[in-house]
């Protein structure tokens, strides 16, 4: 069988990976971040270990808000169909 569960237990699917968008506004957007931080740290040095542990938890905070998208976004799936069912 070869339906959307399967694919899903099989890790034909997995949700929590995703490619980082291609777009235009997102590549400038990696830049930015990067060059800033570049920017920080030649006008901070001894701030590294800081820095490192803030963009540390915007990235768990991110992954967080990820997680909680997923579980939205799944729970949405699951009443659209409830109701699909009921007409």
Request: hydrophobic share 35%; net charge negative; with cysteine.
């Amino acid at each position: 069988m070869n339906n959307i569960l399967n694919k899903l237990y099989y890790g034909e699917i997995c949700p929590c990976e995703k490619p980082a968008p291609n777009t235009k506004r997102f590549i400038e957007n990696r830049e930015l971040i990067c060059s800033t931080e570049n920017k920080l740290l030649e006008q901070f040095p001894d701030c590294k270990e800081l820095l490192d542990i803030y963009t540390d938890a915007l990235h768990i905070e991110e992954q967080l808000e990820c997680e909680a998208d997923f579980e939205r976004g799944f729970r949405l799936g699951a009443s659209l169909i409830l109701d699909i069912m009921k007409m």
